[in-house]
Each structure stands twice: as C-alpha cells, then as structure tokens.
C-alpha cells in the first residue's frame, strides 16, 4: 500500500494529502481510496485515516489547494508560526475551520473556509512548507472576523502573549486598511489589547473588570515589590492607584495544592496593604457577582491608610518583560530563564 512521506522534516507526525492513483506509485487506487484506511481532505485528495487531525494537520490539510500567490490566515497561521494559545477550537470544544485566502473559484470543504479578499504577494511567507500570511495579517483577520469585541481584544492579547506582533506594528497595519469588514472592531481592539496578559481567561477577566464593573483599566502582570525591592508576586490585574489586586484561578488551582499556594499568595499581597480579589473558572456562570466583589473591594482598597508597603517600581536588578519588544530583545537564554514563568502560569 501506498504511504504518503511526511509533510515536513521540522515536523514530524503531520502527512500531505496525495491524489488517488490507479497505479497506487503516487497515491491510493480508487479502491484502497474507498477503503477504511484511507480519508478524504476534499478537493479529491486523501490521507492515512490513522493520520490524526491535529490542528497543524488540518492546516496542511487546508493548504494542499493553494497555488503560490494563496496562504492559510487566521489562528492556523498563527499556530504554525508559534503562537500558544490558538488551540483551533471554540472554547476547547467544537473545531474551528482552517481560513485560506484563494482568489480562485476553491470552494469551501468540510474543516476549512476560504476567503476570497485580495492578498498581496509580499504578505506570504513560507514557514516549513506551508505558505501562511504574515502574523500581522493573520491577527488583524481573526480581530475582523471575532465573535464579537472580546473575542477580538483575546486574538491580538494572545498574538502579542507569544510575540508574533506587537500593538504598534497591528495599529500600523489596521491604519492603511480600508473599509473591509470589521476594521472598526479591529481598531477598537486595539484600543483595550494589552502586551503582558498571560491567557485568554486573563484577557476576558480584564474585560469583567472594566466593562462590567466600569473600573479604571488595571495593569497586567506587572511584578510586585516591598520597599526593600523583593518580589513578592506578579497577580493578573493591579490597579497603581488604588492597590487592588485581581487573582484569575484556572481549572489548575482547584486542586488542594493550587488552592494552598494561591491561599498564602493572598495573603502575601494583604500583608503589604493590597486588596485581592480572586475570580475562578466556574465564576463565568455568574460575573456580575464577580463584578460586584471587584467594585466591593475597590471601596476597601480605597479606604486604606496608612503608607503603602509595596512598589511596582522594579529593582535594578530586575529584567522586565512586560512588551513585546523587552522580551524580543532577550537572548535565547534569557527567554528560558526569564520567560518561564509565563508557561508555568
């Protein structure tokens, strides 16, 4: 039987879609192709049907129609090229299509959609045998195209998060487009991103905070200091002004060890005259109330005296990494040191 090479060197597991062939040299015959060992891609092109349909897959997959002036956009791209946290899924759950721009008549199949806007040539790039467009395009899509505003500030959060883009090189790209589809959205996006946040959960707890508790925008993860200059933690969210603390709790902090952990880090913070405020992943079912414990706590942070024990003001010796550009300046050994606390976050 037939067995496709594999896609890419640099990347191992995933398989080109082939053609069936009658002699079977190039590709499955048409009987082996209606067979339980093999799957079709669309557009008359199949692979192994134990060939797992990883995102990375699919993308390859969606890929095997474009001619040399047609790329993958959207969170695809973005995955292809490192980002972390676009997983090709809505809320884990459901799969999200893979987006290919074709100026020709390539109709949409089951797994990926096609947009027909027009794409310059000298936004493709070609990254272990795909051809995707650039990081800049492909978060400015996924902010046109979101469900919405948040999903949208989430897109460009966690594009800056594994620094593919910054917000001043979108702000730029967003500038010279003209009246496509939601370039308002986009630019309204750009407006609430942030730099520093460190999921997609932190972003939306942001937007808790603001929209519906209409706080003062909070900083994120900025590291906290007592006056002598240790650092005692880097919460979420910290209002400058008023020392309130905001704590996002992931599926991973319900366990009795992350719950202990985050219980002295609470009090690390109160200690030094900061107002935490935790949210937990089940607190998506009610976050007026969330809302509410964030307007309840701004009152007390507010009502404090006294002098403040904490500073944000790092010590000489501290490295920041809170832009884009602290953390591209980085060596490669200085990411692995400096940087590791984002992934264990």
Request: hydrophobic share 40%; with cysteine; proline share 8%.
């Amino acid at each position: 039987m037939f067995v496709p090479p594999p896609f890419h060197e640099n990347r191992p597991g995933l398989v080109a879609p082939v053609r069936s062939d009658p002699t079977g040299e190039t590709g499955p015959t048409r009987g082996e192709a209606r067979g339980p060992r093999w799957r079709t891609t669309g557009c008359g092109l199949w692979v192994p049907a134990d060939v797992p349909a990883t995102s990375a897959q699919r993308a390859v997959e969606a890929s095997a129609v474009l001619k040399s002036d047609e790329a993958v956009t959207g969170w695809a791209a973005l995955k292809w090229q490192g980002a972390a946290w676009f997983d090709g899924t809505w809320d884990g759950l459901r799969e999200r299509p893979v987006t290919v721009v074709a100026r020709r008549n390539v109709r949409p199949q089951p797994g990926f959609a096609v947009s027909q806007e027009f794409l310059n040539p000298a936004e493709i790039v070609l990254l272990d045998g795909l051809q995707l467009t650039r990081a800049v395009r492909s978060v400015t899509f996924e902010m046109r195209y979101a469900d919405g505003l948040g999903p949208a500030i989430e897109a460009l959060d966690m594009a800056c998060y594994s620094d593919l883009v910054s917000i001043a090189e979108v702000a730029a790209y967003v500038r010279h487009l003209g009246p496509v589809t939601g370039v308002q959205q986009a630019r309204d996006a750009l407006a609430e991103a942030e730099e520093n946040s460190w999921s997609p959960r932190e972003t939306a707890m942001r937007g808790v905070w603001t929209r519906r508790a209409e706080l003062p925008r909070p900083r994120c993860n900025v590291p906290v200091f007592t006056l002598d200059g240790r650092h005692v933690g880097t919460p979420d969210l910290i209002d400058p002004r008023t020392g309130l603390v905001g704590l996002y709790h992931g599926d991973s902090h319900l366990s009795l060890v992350g719950a202990s952990k985050d219980n002295r880090q609470d009090a690390d913070f109160r200690d030094l005259g900061l107002e935490p405020v935790a949210m937990f992943a089940t607190d998506w079912r009610d976050v007026d109330d969330v809302a509410r414990r964030l307007v309840a706590a701004q009152r007390r942070a507010r009502s404090r005296n006294g002098p403040r024990g904490w500073s944000l003001d790092p010590p000489p010796w501290w490295t920041p990494t809170e832009t884009v550009a602290q953390r591209r300046a980085l060596a490669e050994g200085e990411k692995e040191r400096y940087l590791r606390y984002r992934r264990a976050a």
